[in-house]
């Protein structure tokens, strides 16, 4: 099915924009995919088009959330991979702009559907904003012993998009679409194509529904001061949400003004912390493949995705670790490629050649081959590991890691889970932000989670409080 897609648009790859629910098909303007170097035609961008007047209010600002959540519901129905073709084009088109290839992309967009189901949403909403009276209208509220009516009020958005992982452009139109809010969607290079699949399929499930009309998808080169100068401005959006890298985060934050909020989903780093017990009983090999889970989703290019872990064990037993972790890096996961994934970039390589000749300081396992390398050292390596590359650091106690976790520092999996509660306070304390049983920091659960130390949903709304009137 793929294969027929890419052989239908070899000559000319056509990117969609969805401007406020409505398909823009025109081939006008060429651009160059940074992650592939393929040459892709959008549409031209109408300035106008992308704001909405602050003179009236947005589609869904007073659309129940109970009818935006069956909506959602049924957008979730939609996105069946074997049916909707928009998912279908996306999967086969993204192979020219994205590296994690055809397996990976298609399973991502085979679960994109979960998002949407009823008990996330529902989840999203309540737990964000801990009571959905103040979505739906003015809520009262007696503080203090006076009265007060308070209200979640609908935002202006623009949202920039990573395009490390197909999780965030259903993440963002989820969490949008409940704020009621209007929003438009920055796609990334390296992404063109998973949001406006996404909005496709909200037009074609209600092409007149509030939601879709909140919405609009574009692309635009990062930094092109003709359009972001001109529409990131405090007099269409109330704030700017931009994921991504240092570059990405520092060059949207200049953007920040008096009434212009910059929300930063920031480049992070994840780790694991492994036990002695990781050497009694279960096999070394299944603790190594839960590991492997960890690092190597998304070609280890997500925040999420463990670059360091920390292990109690003896030298001879910490080596046997790295020699299994190595192999289980070598297999295929749902979200990660096992014997043909990405290589270490060239400056890592480098530096691993340097550290190839430090034993016993530092230990290498594996080769730059695309299956998977392990350092294993006492200290920290000073580089940030990628390409399927991990830093395995040997302490004696698991607390010892604390002194390296930072608020940089994501999400950390911890085997064995009944060792969480030792070390959770003081991983909370120095940054991180994120704590599971290792093996499951790429399957948690959407919906009703803080994300990134704080609640998106209720961050993004325009809080709004009035005396009422003395009875």
């Known amino acids: 099915m793929l294969?027929?897609?890419i052989e239908n648009n070899?000559?000319?790859?056509?990117?969609?924009?969805?401007?406020?629910?409505v398909v823009q098909l025109d081939a006008a303007v060429e651009h160059r995919s940074r992650a592939t170097g393929s040459s892709v035609m959008t549409p031209a961008i109408n300035l106008d088009s992308l704001i909405w007047s602050r003179n009236e209010?947005?589609?869904?600002?007073?659309?129940?959330?109970?009818?935006?959540?069956?909506?959602?519901?049924?957008?979730?129905?939609?996105?069946?991979?074997d049916r909707n073709i928009h998912l279908q084009e996306a999967a086969a088109n993204n192979l020219r702009c994205n590296t994690l290839g055809a397996r990976i992309l298609e399973n991502c967009y085979r679960d994109i559907a979960w998002f949407f189901t009823r008990d996330a949403v529902e989840a999203e909403a309540e737990q964000s904003l801990g009571s959905l009276d103040v979505l739906d209208g003015w809520a009262r509220r007696q503080i203090q012993g006076a009265a007060f009516d308070i209200r979640a009020f609908p935002p202006r958005m623009v949202h920039v998009l990573a395009g490390n992982a197909p999780i965030v452009p259903p993440v963002t139109i989820v969490r949008g679409a409940i704020s009621k809010g209007v929003h438009l969607l920055k796609m990334p290079s390296n992404d063109m194509f998973t949001a406006t699949a996404l909005l496709r399929t909200m037009a074609d499930v209600g092409p007149n529904h509030p939601v879709t009309r909140s919405f609009s998808a574009a692309y635009w080169r990062g930094g092109d001061v003709s359009i972001e100068n001109h529409i990131l401005?405090?007099?269409?959006?109330?704030?700017?949400?931009?994921?991504?890298?240092?570059?990405a985060v520092r060059h949207a934050m200049q953007y920040a003004a008096p009434g212009f909020e910059i929300m930063s989903f920031d480049p992070k780093v994840s780790i694991s912390l492994i036990g002695r017990e990781?050497?009694?009983?279960e096999p070394l090999t299944a603790i190594a493949e839960r590991s492997a889970a960890d690092i190597i989703a998304f070609n280890q290019d997500a925040c999420s995705c463990a670059r360091f872990q920390f292990i109690e064990g003896s030298?001879?037993?910490?080596?046997?670790?790295?020699?299994?972790?190595?192999?289980?890096?070598?297999?295929?996961?749902?979200?990660g490629a096992g014997p043909d994934g990405p290589l270490p970039p060239a400056m890592l390589v480098d530096e691993l050649d340097m550290l190839g000749n430090l034993e016993p300081v530092y230990r290498l396992f594996g080769q730059p081959d695309g299956r998977g390398m392990v350092i294993r050292s006492s200290e920290p390596v000073s580089f940030n590991p990628g390409g399927k590359l991990v830093n395995v650091i040997a302490v004696d106690r698991l607390a010892d890691a604390i002194a390296h976790v930072t608020v940089a520092t994501q999400s950390v999996g911890v085997h064995p889970p009944s060792r969480i509660a030792e070390v959770r306070d003081g991983l909370s304390s120095a940054g991180a932000q994120r704590i599971v049983a290792l093996g499951n920091i790429n399957n948690g659960k959407f919906g009703g989670l803080p994300h990134d130390g704080g609640w998106p949903v209720h961050r993004m709304m325009h809080w709004v409080v009035t005396e009422a009137a003395k009875d």
Not at 10 to 21: E, N, T, Y
Not at 57 to 62: C, H, I, K, M, T
């Open 315 to 335: 030298m001879e037993q910490i080596d046997a670790y790295c020699e299994a972790l190595v192999e289980a890096m070598g297999k295929d996961i749902r979200y």
């Open 10 to 21: 070899k000559d000319k790859l056509l990117v969609p924009h969805v401007i406020k629910g």
């Open 57 to 81: 209010a947005g589609p869904a600002f007073d659309t129940p959330l109970a009818e935006i959540v069956d909506f959602l519901v049924e957008v979730g129905k939609a996105l069946d991979f």
């Open 3 to 5: 294969h027929e897609i």
């Open 233 to 247: 401005r405090s007099q269409y959006f109330d704030k700017l949400a931009v994921w991504g890298g240092e570059a």
């Open 278 to 281: 990781a050497f009694d009983g």
